[in-house]
């Protein structure tokens, strides 16, 4: 019998690197080899990237005024499911991933019931994939990429407002849900935690799921996907965020933090945690103990109900990290430097483009002035 995986997220555990490792032509030549196939069936969505290709089971369309098209949204789910079947004649197993659906209320027991029981009719299983990171280190994550790109308010403040209680933090509750619809036998739970990876990188570890080896064979991403700001670099686009300029996604000062970021620092992963206090910090796990313990023991097998196994490491002196007007000077500084670094390589460019216009512009002149007697 053929089987539908579809990789849920969450959100901030290496979701768009194994989409676009995924994706990558050699990869997915490989991966048929093994019976396997992460399809892309043909949407288009504005905004999401194609390696997202199960958003076509999650769609978000709105029309002109930003209303959600419902109608249409399951529209484009029936299309989907026509698809799918269509492929599954042509190969066993097929992969799906949008790290969007675990957060997202629509994707509820009904519409997983009727996921897996449309997926039945042609003769196929289905079950979920779903990464999870300590809820500590996955909120500071989730703030640090709001802040990337426009948020101003403080961590303090975020984790005490409604913008964080979005996030479905409590994944017993939330695996329960789709157990309903699915069964807890058809979901597929792991630790976003290099120490608990197989082979030691998310790739590998999600290879491993389908008892595929990661092998040389691969291409790999040739650099880091979605990287975190963190730190200073991150304070300072928060404060730039009070400018209109600086709130878009694709600002220019984004790439150049990072480049700051990792000439300092190297790439962070956000292996400890700096934005709580410990007493936040103390208060924030505690919620959430009860919870992972549930999951380690009934969605993995674990009998000693250990979920994560990094250790959880406090404030040296208790408070949240805070960030000095020299450092934040600095950061910023070296933004400035970078920028007109870029600008006068710009001007460069231009001058040499320009330079054999001028040339042939100077020698038309001289033609014009011997043969026909102009001046200019």
Excluded at 22 to 37: F, S, V
Excluded at 113 to 142: M, N, P
Aim: hydrophobic residues 35%; glycine residues 6%.
């Amino acid at each position: 019998m053929s089987t539908v995986y579809i990789h849920i997220g969450t959100p901030k555990t290496g979701t768009s690197a194994i989409q676009v490792f995924m994706q990558k032509k050699k990869n997915r030549k490989l991966l048929k080899q093994h019976g396997y196939d992460y399809p892309n069936l043909g949407f288009d969505f504005p905004g999401i990237n194609s390696n997202r290709n199960a958003h076509c089971l999650n769609p978000f369309i709105y029309d002109s005024n930003k209303k959600r098209q419902r109608d249409k949204e399951k529209e484009v789910v029936e299309q989907a499911f026509d698809k799918i079947e269509k492929r599954l004649e042509k190969v066993e197993n097929l992969i799906f991933s949008d790290e969007q659906m675990w957060n997202n209320k629509d994707i509820d027991k009904e519409r997983l019931t009727y996921f897996k029981d449309r997926l039945a009719k042609a003769g196929a299983d289905l079950k979920i994939i779903v990464y999870f990171r300590r809820q500590d280190l996955l909120i500071q994550s989730y703030w640090a990429q709001q802040v990337k790109e426009n948020m101003t308010i403080s961590f303090s403040e975020y984790i005490k407002s409604k913008k964080a209680q979005y996030f479905k933090l409590d994944y017993a509750k939330r695996l329960d849900e789709i157990a309903q619809a699915v069964g807890k036998e058809n979901i597929i739970v792991r630790a976003y935690e290099k120490q608990q990876y197989y082979g030691g990188t998310i790739l590998s570890d999600f290879l491993h799921i389908f008892d595929i080896e990661l092998t040389e064979e691969y291409v790999l991403p040739k650099q880091a996907i979605n990287v975190s700001l963190d730190g200073a670099c991150l304070e300072a686009k928060r404060l730039l965020n009070y400018n209109k300029l600086y709130t878009t996604k694709m600002n220019f000062v984004v790439p150049m933090l990072t480049a700051v970021q990792q000439e300092k620092m190297g790439e962070t992963g956000y292996s400890t945690a700096k934005y709580f206090s410990n007493e936040e910090h103390e208060e924030f796990l505690k919620k959430y103990e009860e919870g992972n313990r549930k999951v380690a023991r009934e969605y993995m097998g674990r009998e000693d109900g250990i979920l994560f196994r990094d250790e959880v490491v406090l404030s040296g002196d208790g408070k949240a990290a805070t960030y000095t007007s020299k450092e934040l000077v600095q950061i910023l500084g070296e933004v400035i430097a970078q920028q007109q670094e870029i600008i006068s390589e710009k001007e460069k460019e231009i001058e040499e483009f320009k330079a054999p216009v001028k040339g042939k512009v100077h020698w038309a002149k001289r033609v014009a002035k011997r043969v026909l007697g102009r001046e200019e």
